[in-house]
């Protein structure tokens, strides 16, 4: 499988989060309505998802220019505080009680642009700083208009209601207002979302064709109304991450892991009460199984070294839908390997 | 069903009048008026949400099919295609806004049979560029502030305690507008024209709250020449 990775440029609040699994479901539903997107169409590949995925997606993740040079902001590793920050020899304890309230607010990991994790000497930011970061490469504009914004993103609540055709006007039941929660990010934000693709079935021009087309239908929840809408920037191929002697994977998306494979786990669980999309959103059964998932910024310390051939971990998950029985939920998750010291 | 084309149909929105789409405060705060309007929560610009303009221009379908009566005011649904005593022309309206807007999910098979997934897509309108630079050469205010009050009908004067404050987007300020149609098939080709019609509705009535008295009068500048001239010919009751 090649990696590469796709720009996404947000224009919109958004009410579903950018994680791998939505991503892949997006493209799917793409897929189905263009049989061109897959070589064969989807269903065929589809069928053979579990043994073979054709595309594995990322999350999102915020892209900036830090001195001309560019970096990514990862999710902080699900890991213990005591092992990110551990103190050095010789530190004050009290000090480093003091610090541990601040260190809980660094919530995002400064990854260099060729992926290489390195655990040891990685900088941790917080969501001010990482605002500040991508404040930093926001034209003149925007930075005037911006003054005073603290977070690089930001919760919303917006009320709706249906009008009363008879009255066109609000009222009660179910006429009554309703508040929705949505998120925006800073203005002029950069994304990137990596994408495993097998050649076989599919290449780069047509993956961001699809995904061209679902930024401008818009993404996840309250899409027909402006949510999730996106532009798509620059694509590139990059090469599959790599680390010296490495122990440990760090994940780039929710993932389901293998079972037996790995000998320590470090994640926070995510659930996905998953939903279908497009015709399906509306069915009588739109709502799929609930998928339990190790959510995106987990580690995982393999027990064999064969874990590091191939560019993902993870599994297909299956019989997840009432309405559509070859529903797949993407398990799979890219990683980056890195070394892990740790005392045992 | 396969997808064969989606349409974008670009363009502005011109206010014509003060624009109230109300923000829903959570929130009081002392010697703060009374109904804001939305804004962007990081520019604080305001902005016309896309659920507005999807909701009114589907509630203005509606009424034109003349349904509204059947369903008791509630949003029309795959299931009021089967009322007795619908005309056929207007099973086929229903149909249409179905297909554009979507139905509840109650009514499953029947969507996925006759209308398949909801075609139209109304992104958030946000305020043009040009808007932009004229208010900031110009020092124009974003937000104007309108009082209103009640009339006591026998003294003729204010009513106590009627006097309220409302925000108001003032009249010239320009928002980007776009809407996507997913064409799945020849047949879908119409809906096009009929998501014009909505839209000229929408012209001739308004956006936002208060239209009876004035506010939300809006009118369309779209991109493309041909979509431009088409939408002015609509003559929706002629």
New interface residues.
């Given amino acids: 499988m090649k990696l590469y990775e796709i720009i996404i440029k947000p224009?919109?609040?958004f009410g579903t989060p950018l994680k791998g699994d939505t991503l892949f479901g997006h493209f799917c539903w793409?897929a189905a309505?263009?049989?061109s997107l897959l070589n064969g169409g989807l269903d065929k590949w589809i069928a053979c998802y579990q043994e073979k995925p054709f595309a594995v997606f990322s999350s999102a993740w915020p892209k900036f220019d830090d001195d001309g040079k560019f970096f990514y902001a990862f999710k902080r590793p699900d890991l213990p505080l005591s092992l990110l920050f551990a103190p050095s020899a010789g530190d004050d304890k009290r000090k480093t009680f003091e610090g541990r309230k601040e260190n809980k607010k660094k919530k995002w990991m400064k990854v260099k642009e060729g992926l290489l994790l390195d655990f040891k000497s990685v900088e941790y930011l917080t969501d001010k700083e990482l605002m500040e970061k991508v404040r930093n490469q926001a034209t003149d504009d925007t930075k005037r208009?911006?003054r005073g914004?603290k977070y690089f993103c930001?919760e919303?609540?917006?009320?709706?209601n249906?009008?009363?055709?008879?009255?066109?006007t609000t009222g009660e039941g179910?006429?009554a207002?309703f508040?929705e929660t949505s998120f925006?990010y800073?203005?002029e934000t950069e994304l990137a979302v990596f994408a495993l693709i097998d050649e076989e079935a599919t290449d780069i021009g047509r993956i961001c064709a699809a995904m061209e087309?679902i930024g401008?239908?818009?993404f996840g929840k309250?899409?027909?109304?402006?949510?999730g809408?996106f532009d798509i920037g620059e694509d590139s191929e990059l090469e599959l991450p790599s680390a010296d002697s490495p122990n440990a994977c760090y994940m780039l998306a929710p993932t389901v892991p293998e079972a037996g494979r790995f000998y320590d786990h470090y994640f926070i669980p995510f659930v996905r009460f998953g939903k279908h999309g497009?015709?399906l959103?509306?069915?009588?059964?739109?709502f799929k199984n609930p998928v339990v998932m190790a959510d995106e910024g987990a580690v995982f310390m393999p027990k064999s070294e064969n874990v590091f051939k191939k560019p993902y971990i993870g599994r297909a998950v299956l019989n997840t839908s009432k309405?559509m029985k070859q529903t797949v939920v993407q398990g799979y998750a890219p990683y980056l390997p890195f070394r892990l010291e740790m005392k045992i | 069903m396969q997808l064969i084309d989606i349409k974008e149909i670009k363009g502005k929105i011109v206010l014509k009048s003060g624009l109230h789409i109300g923000a829903g405060d959570t929130e009081m705060h002392i010697g703060g008026i009374d109904n804001t309007v939305v804004r962007h929560p990081h520019t604080q610009e305001p902005y016309i949400p896309g659920s507005s303009i999807k909701g009114k221009v589907r509630s203005l379908l509606e009424m034109k099919s003349g349904v509204m009566y059947r369903t008791g005011g509630a949003p029309l649904q795959a299931k009021h295609l089967d009322l007795e005593g619908l005309e056929d022309e207007q099973r086929i309206e229903c149909l249409k806004i179905i297909k554009l807007f979507g139905s509840s999910g109650a009514d499953a098979e029947k969507i996925a049979k006759f209308a398949g997934p909801t075609r139209v897509s109304f992104a958030d309108c946000f305020m043009s560029e040009e808007s932009r630079e004229r208010v900031r050469e110009e020092r124009l205010t974003l937000f104007e502030i309108k009082s209103e009050t009640a009339i006591d009908r026998i003294s003729g004067t204010a009513k106590s305690g009627s006097l309220r404050f409302v925000e108001r987007v003032p009249a010239d300020i320009k928002f980007d507008f776009a809407v996507g149609l997913k064409m799945l098939g020849e047949e879908d080709k119409e809906l096009f024209d009929y998501l014009l019609l909505g839209l000229k509705l929408l012209e001739m009535d308004a956006l936002g709250g208060s239209g009876s008295r004035g506010y939300g009068k809006i009118e369309f500048v779209f991109e493309n020449e041909d979509v431009e001239k088409k939408f002015k010919n609509i003559k929706p009751f002629s």
Wanted: a neutral charge.
């Fill in positions: 224009l919109s609040a793409q309505y263009d049989p208009i911006m914004e930001s919303f609540t917006r009320q709706h249906t009008i009363n055709r008879m009255t066109m179910m006429f207002p508040t925006f800073y203005p087309k401008k239908f818009g309250d899409a027909s109304t402006g949510c809408r497009d015709v959103a509306t069915s009588e059964n739109p309405s």
